[in-house]
């Protein structure tokens, strides 16, 4: 059964530094990952996906990384800004479904 | 980019009577669609699997009977909570999945039920 855990919870960090949110996986026989973003009683915006075959996605200030051996990804937000705040999930897609770690919840603070 | 939306957004019903939840992909067409339910400050729970044509496939533990699904239509999927009741109350958020095993899902803005 695939478990994905993240780390940490929370976040509270100064605006303007780099963080980085980590998310591992139990089973590493996904066909992807994705990083999701979910704003306080909304829905899910999608962020990255990163494919089985490849190591890394970039997209503005977001780049999430994939370590399919080790179960392992990053997320790593540049320049952070107010706005950034919010929880972040990743999730990764077996052949069945798409099993969510618990989420880290990111607070940047002006 | 695809687009999927839920409908209502929000609604309040009193114990015992029964809520559907639509969800639409607005453009374009999905044969597997997914419901997640989702409780305070957790995560995303799959509660069913939606196909078109076909039953849904339910999660251990989620009662078929109680939480409906009919997937009629390849922009429409829906969730049925009948006989609702306060533990009932939570968020929730369908998906629809472009073809393939590598594709990506797309998720509602989901739907906020509170049972009175």
């Known amino acids: 059964k695939q478990e994905v855990t993240q780390i940490p919870a929370a976040l509270s960090v100064p605006e303007g530094e780099n963080l980085v949110l980590n998310c591992s996986f139990t089973?590493?026989?996904?066909?992807?990952l994705q990083w999701f973003r979910q704003d306080p009683g909304k829905g899910l915006t999608s962020l990255l996906l990163i494919q089985s075959s490849q190591r890394e996605q970039t997209s503005g200030r977001l780049n999430a990384s994939l370590d399919k051996s080790s179960g392992r990804s990053t997320l790593y937000i540049a320049a952070s800004q107010p706005g950034d705040s919010a929880t972040y999930l990743c999730a990764v897609q077996g052949a069945q479904k798409l099993v969510f770690g618990q989420g880290t919840r990111l607070t940047i603070n002006p | 980019g695809a687009v999927v939306s839920q409908h209502p957004s929000r609604v309040i019903c009193k114990s015992g009577t029964s809520v559907k939840i639509e969800c639409r992909s607005l453009?374009?067409?999905?044969?597997?669609m997914f419901w997640y339910r989702q409780f305070p400050k957790q995560s995303l729970m799959l509660m069913a699997t939606?196909?078109?044509?076909?039953?849904?496939?339910?999660e251990q533990g989620v009662e078929k009977d109680k939480f409906l699904i009919n997937h009629a239509s390849l922009t429409l999927s829906t969730l049925t909570v009948t006989s609702a009741h306060p533990e009932d109350s939570s968020f929730y958020i369908c998906?629809?999945?472009?073809?393939?095993?590598?594709?990506?899902?797309?998720f509602g803005p989901g739907t906020r039920l509170l049972v009175l």
């Open positions: 998906s629809a999945k472009l073809s393939g095993l590598s594709g990506s899902q797309y």
């Open positions: 939606s196909n078109e044509g076909s039953k849904a496939t339910y």
């Open positions: 453009d374009f067409q999905a044969t597997t």
């Open positions: 089973d590493s026989a996904i066909y992807n």
